[in-house]
């Protein structure tokens, strides 16, 4: 058949390549694309975007829901809302890209889909916007931390970050007991983020606008504690403030106290502390004047505080008191898969609370921090990631930045080196070797605070001073 040139001249066959010719440019100017259905599904990904989501072929994408491939995405909204998103930043894999989204329309106009297109982040256009971006989350992240300065909550559940299955019950659990007024108790590992939850809760509660009150049961001396907690009269006892002292209890009325390492509080406290869960009211020390409170109360330990109480260390009336709604904080070696997420959102912080540079970090160095098991947990993290970013020229973390840092990729210990060859190394010396690991790993978790990397082993300072000085590892650390 010859061949029939277009009529050039049509306006219908001028509006179908002008289409076709805006989507070709688009793709190429863009570093990827995605389109989705109306139900939410993936139908489009070109191989350009396949490495930023993670995947190796489209069709590990396609007729997924969006937000699978996609976490956070809002893609969703443009379908329902019809309203394209002209010009935005999103954060995927902890790099911040510029990204437009626009809905499909069929030839009746009703909404069919979307098609999002992530342009390229070297636009000089666009530089003052991100610039200016860049300082408003600079600002707010300032604002937050002065208001932490006084008695306010500065943490919400979208600082909670993760979507693992731990993380997620944490957060579902934690949603609930924002709605209601019951006592929380938080359990978990040093490190796995119960002060942030609580202050979520807060947050999220009828109490937000009222006081966040943090208190670590375990730093207050004994002979301070009652007072720290209820206050004092005035003259109560010689030394003692002729005003009298506002304990814990008062400064939190309205809102929130958050009991952190629960689990150390005195016995003769923890009376003391049943009745006031019980009868809502506090007696000062020094005084015989009873005054009504009206305090939810948050406890935290990272204990286990049945076995106290089996070993009669701790009250069970007060535990059965505090574990009405108990909540589990997982590890992080539990939540690798939310390592990228978690990471980012750790260097951010870091970045707006120094005068570090711009910080990106790459797949190589997540999957560096991966094989780390992590016995310091997210506090661990965030150190790691401030180590490495100070160390780094460029503020791009790879996974060479990590391994000056962490005893990652091949095990180049001795006995390891000799199982990984298949020999049987003597008991003593493989024994030797895991707990000089396991030293340098507390040490490493604790930024080098002896007292902090005793009480994650569950050791006196004394015993870790002794197995520091067995296998040389004295130097660089500190007692405070």
């Known amino acids: ?225 009652e007072s720290e907690f209820f206050g004092t009269a005035p003259g109560a006892y010689t030394g003692a403030d002729r005003k009298g002292r506002e304990g814990k209890f008062r400064i939190a009325d309205g809102g929130t106290l958050f009991l952190d390492e629960i689990g150390e509080m005195p016995l003769q406290l923890q009376a003391k502390l049943l009745r006031v869960l019980q009868e809502r009211e506090i007696e000062p020390l020094g005084s015989d004047k009873i005054s009504k409170v009206d305090v939810r109360v948050v406890a935290a330990t990272n204990v286990d505080l049945r076995k106290r109480v089996s070993d009669g260390a701790f009250r069970p009336d007060l535990y059965y008191r505090l574990n009405v709604l108990s909540i589990d904080l997982p590890p992080l070696r539990d939540c690798l898969d939310d390592l990228p997420e978690i990471s980012a959102r750790l260097l951010e912080d870091i970045s707006a609370s120094g005068d570090y540079i711009s910080a990106k970090i790459t797949p190589s160095a997540l999957s560096a921090l991966a094989r780390y098991d992590w016995p310091g947990n997210v506090r661990e993290l965030r150190n790691v990631l401030e180590r490495a970013l100070i160390l780094s020229d460029s503020g791009r973390l790879t996974g060479d930045d990590f391994a000056r840092i962490l005893p990652v990729g091949t095990d180049s210990r001795p006995a390891a080196t000799a199982r990984a060859a298949g020999i049987v190394v003597p008991y003593a010396e493989a024994e030797a070797e895991f707990e000089k690991h396991t030293l340098e790993q507390a040490l490493a978790a604790s930024n080098g605070q002896i007292s902090e990397a005793a009480k994650m082993l569950r050791i006196s300072r004394a015993t870790f001073y002794k197995k520091l000085a067995k296998f040389g590892l004295a130097s660089g650390a500190t007692s405070v």
């Open 1 to 225: 058949m010859p061949h029939i040139s277009p009529d050039v001249s049509d306006p219908a066959y001028v509006r179908a390549r002008a289409m076709v010719t805006l989507f070709e440019r688009l793709e190429r100017l863009c570093e990827g694309a995605i389109a989705i259905d109306r139900a939410g599904r993936v139908i489009y990904v070109n191989e350009k975007y396949l490495a930023s989501l993670g995947l190796k072929h489209v069709s590990e994408a396609m007729g997924r829901p969006i937000e699978e491939v996609i976490p956070n995405s809002l893609m969703r909204k443009v379908v329902e809302t019809g309203e394209p998103i002209l010009l935005d930043i999103m954060e995927l894999g902890g790099e911040q890209l510029v990204v437009t989204r626009m809905p499909i329309e069929d030839e009746r106009h009703n909404v069919i889909g979307a098609i999002g297109f992530v342009l390229y982040d070297h636009l000089e256009s666009l530089k003052p916007l991100l610039a200016r971006v860049a300082q408003l989350e600079s600002d707010l992240r300032l604002a937050r931390r002065q208001l932490s300065n006084a008695r306010a909550a500065r943490f919400t559940f979208a600082d909670f970050v993760g979507t693992t299955p731990g993380i997620a019950q944490a957060k579902e659990l934690a949603g609930r007991a924002a709605r209601q007024n019951v006592t929380v108790l938080l359990t978990g590992e040093t490190g796995t983020g119960k002060e942030m939850l609580a202050q979520a809760i807060h947050n999220a509660s009828s109490r937000a606008e009222k006081p966040f009150v943090s208190v670590n049961v375990a730093a207050i001396p004994d002979t301070l504690i």
